[in-house]
């Protein structure tokens, strides 16, 4: 592809009107594959940069972990026996470092 094929331009970022655009704040197109939890995920990360208070920051945690939970209760709606396992070790993983940090002093 050359530079001529590129038919767009948006804020220095150059973009072919065949490719999905991703701009600085929202998606102009998305695969319904990522699920939902990107989304929420970015509210989540910006309430806690912009250091918004910590109610919202936990009421976006929240959302988010609510919308993660779905996305990956579809993905695995119709997963084999094997990608479960999978699954279910890496999430055991993850409870058992949430854990850790939990009972870590403070610093």
């Known amino acids: 592809m050359n530079h001529d094929d590129w038919t767009h331009k948006t804020g220095g970022r150059m973009y072919h009107e065949d490719y999905p655009y991703y701009d600085y704040m929202e998606p102009v197109a998305r695969d319904i594959r990522e699920g939902r939890s990107p989304l929420t995920r970015r509210m989540y990360m910006e309430a806690k940069e ?34 479960k396992a999978i699954l279910h070790k890496k999430l055991a993983a993850l409870t058992n470092k949430v854990e850790l940090l939990n009972s870590a002093p403070n610093v």
């Open 50 to 83: 912009q250091h918004q208070g910590k109610q919202i920051q936990l009421q976006e945690l929240e959302k988010y972990m609510g919308e993660l939970s779905q996305d990956i209760t579809e993905m695995i709606a119709d997963a084999t026996p094997e990608e």
